[in-house]
């Protein structure tokens, strides 16, 4: 059973940094991995995906400013946010997924807060 540990959210001042990090059990080391988030009253979102062969792709909102990137051999996805904005304010989720794409399962996120 896949289990995805997320960890690093807090509060950050606008124009902070901030890196989340998703720590995965099970043998999905080579699977696509992914951050959504979800603020108060609003839909998840995807915010980055990187595929099998390191591949990434960004929402528009935060292309430029976050990274997304991938340790195998610590079965860690990271998400590097630079220059938050407030409108960056949610729980960020990490993700796992097929080889097709389809989400497979989540953590169970962390709250991330960009406020003065």
């Known amino acids: 059973q896949v289990q995805l540990v997320e960890s690093g959210g807090g509060l950050v001042q606008p124009g902070g940094s901030l890196r989340l990090s998703c720590v995965a059990s099970?043998?999905?080391?080579?699977?696509?991995m992914g951050w959504y988030r979800q603020a108060p009253g609003k839909q998840r979102e995807l915010v980055a995906v990187?595929?099998?062969?390191?591949?990434?792709t960004y929402a528009d909102s935060v292309k430029g400013r976050f990274a997304i990137s991938r340790d195998r051999a610590k079965n860690t996805v990271y998400l590097q946010m630079n220059s938050l904005k407030p409108e960056d304010t949610a729980v960020y989720y990490c993700?796992?997924?097929?080889?097709?794409?389809?989400?497979?399962?989540w953590g169970q996120g962390t709250q991330v807060t960009v406020s003065s």
């Open positions: 099970g043998k999905i080391f080579n699977n696509p």
């Open positions: 993700s796992w997924h097929s080889s097709s794409g389809n989400v497979r399962g």
């Open positions: 990187i595929t099998s062969g390191d591949t990434t």
